[in-house]
């Protein structure tokens, strides 16, 4: 708590579960998610932040998963099955892991479609948290 009695939280980054390679800038939760955007070709998270998926089942965002905006991300590329970057206008994000890290696994799923604001979703098994 800082002294205005507000918690603080302090910044972790996201990497790699198999061989450790950060995939996040620095991040810190989201507390006030009147800050999430869900207009069209916008960031659903702002820059520096994530949120923890409290979905059900195949609802987005999916429990347990990071959420953050694609511009944290780091050490990442497009998976080689193009499949999995499905979409319209962009990757929809919904048929699975479409990055992997730079060592070749798969970390997170790109959202980045037209029809919808992007954000990418690492699940909690891919990835581990870490503080800096």
Known sequence: M????????SELVLRCAQCGVTVSNPVQRLLDLSRLSSAENTAYVPTGYF???EGVGTEWPRFGHFVLNP???LNV????????????CGP????GPNL??????EVAALQADCW????VSLPPELVRATDQ
Request: net charge negative; aromatic share 0%.
């Open 77 to 88: 590329q497009p998976h080689s099955d193009a499949s999995r970057s499905a979409g319209c």
């Open 51 to 53: 949120i923890v998926g």
């Open 71 to 73: 511009g944290d991300l």
């Open 100 to 105: 992997v890290c730079s060592g070749g696994h």
């Open 116 to 119: 919808g604001p992007a954000s």
């Open 2 to 9: 800082d002294k205005a009695g507000r918690e603080v939280m």
């Open 92 to 95: 929809m994000g919904i048929h």
